[in-house]
């Protein structure tokens, strides 16, 4: 059974502060992704990962970087946090491109 | 620009119907596509998938339709039941790209 866990639930932040959401992946999966979720949007794509050391842009990436070190885990990074930044991040991983994803429980942030 | 829409925030339905969720895409390339579905404070869950090779995929009370001339896909819900009200979100790879989602409320 897979299982995509997230550092936290819940997270508040002060606008200019670095921020670090980690995810970890217990089902060796190749491919990780981080999503933000808000109001009438949707899931959006921020970057993903199909290998260690490889991260590739989705649809929002400003004001977000990623690090995957090592295979099950993937981080974004917000290096300085903006109020617009307040979202819901959603962390998921697949065995292969293309196929079905594997949700985390997703981390709600607020920037301040 | 979303390659993927859902133009319906929301559907309320009566417990026993059927609940019809649509999606519309951009791409006639995308030969993949998989429907999520998403209680509140978790993450969303893979329900149901269909390839571009076929036109109809079936998993118990879900149905999935895809009709590529129109690059149109449905989900179908037979019979609807209140534990199926939640967030349903139609998706493309790579990456994968997400619609806006439609929020479906099946009423006992």
Not at chain 2, 39 to 61: Q, V, W
Not at chain 2, 81 to 86: K, L, V
Request: a positive charge; glycine letters at 8%; charged letters at 25%.
């Amino acid at each position: 059974d897979v299982k995509v866990t997230q550092s936290s639930r819940y997270l508040v932040k002060r606008t200019g502060e670095k921020v670090f959401l980690e995810c970890v992946q217990d089902m060796d999966h190749e491919n990780m992704f981080w999503y933000r979720q808000d109001p009438g949007l949707g899931l959006r794509l921020i970057y993903f990962s199909y290998d260690v050391k490889m991260k590739e842009k989705g649809d929002i990436p400003e004001g977000y970087s990623v690090s995957r070190e090592k295979k099950e885990r993937f981080s974004l990074i917000l290096e300085s946090a903006s109020t617009n930044q307040t979202s819901m991040y959603l962390c998921a991983s697949s065995l292969g491109r293309g196929l079905e994803q594997f949700f985390g429980p997703g981390t709600r942030l607020t920037v301040l | 620009d979303q390659q993927v829409k859902q133009n319906s925030p929301s559907l309320s339905v009566q417990e026993g119907r059927i609940s019809i969720l649509n999606c519309d895409y951009t791409n006639s390339m995308f030969d993949y596509f998989l429907w999520y579905k998403k209680y509140p404070a978790e993450g969303p869950t893979f329900l149901i998938s269909i390839s571009s090779i076929k036109d109809k995929n079936e998993d118990g009370r879900f149905t999935v339709f895809l009709n590529k001339s129109a690059k149109h896909l449905s989900l179908h819900i037979v019979p609807s039941q209140p534990g199926d009200s939640a967030v349903y979100f139609c998706a493309v790879p790579p990456g994968m790209r997400f619609g806006a989602g439609t929020r479906l409320t099946v009423k006992p």
